[in-house]
């Protein structure tokens, strides 16, 4: 399957959640084997957020795929990757880990983001400082 930035948008569809998670599976072994990182990474961000149960492993998975990684563009990726974790560790009621995440987030924001990416983690952890009461 010759994977394409449109064929990776076209495989998530919100009424087949199993049918996308495996869709987003073969997309990212097609991408890992093209040794195209930037939609190998994609498609794992895109399964961390089908498959809620799994999303730590999925993010995992795309943080070990970008350790070799220099490019920029590609290495924006951390910036969604720890927020979309932040979230989902926020969501299951673990604030420390939240926290950790976010600035994370805001770390790679500073580093291969845009400003806009910064004030969105900014937000994030003064969100979860507040609700954990000042972590």
Partial sequence: MPVE???LDSLWDFSDAAGSEARLRDAAAAAASAGLTFLHVDALHMLAIADPEHA?????????????VDEPR???WRVSLYNNLGWWH????RPD??????EASRDA???WGT???VAWADEAIAEVRGDAGDL
């Fill in 97 to 102: 880990e939240a926290l950790a995440a976010f």
């Fill in 90 to 93: 926020a969501d299951s009621g």
């Fill in 5 to 7: 930035q449109a064929l």
């Fill in 109 to 111: 924001a500073e580093r």
């Fill in 74 to 76: 590609t290495l924006r």
């Fill in 115 to 117: 400003p806009q990416q």
């Fill in 56 to 68: 730590d492993e999925w993010t995992d998975a795309a943080l070990a795929a970008l350790e070799d």
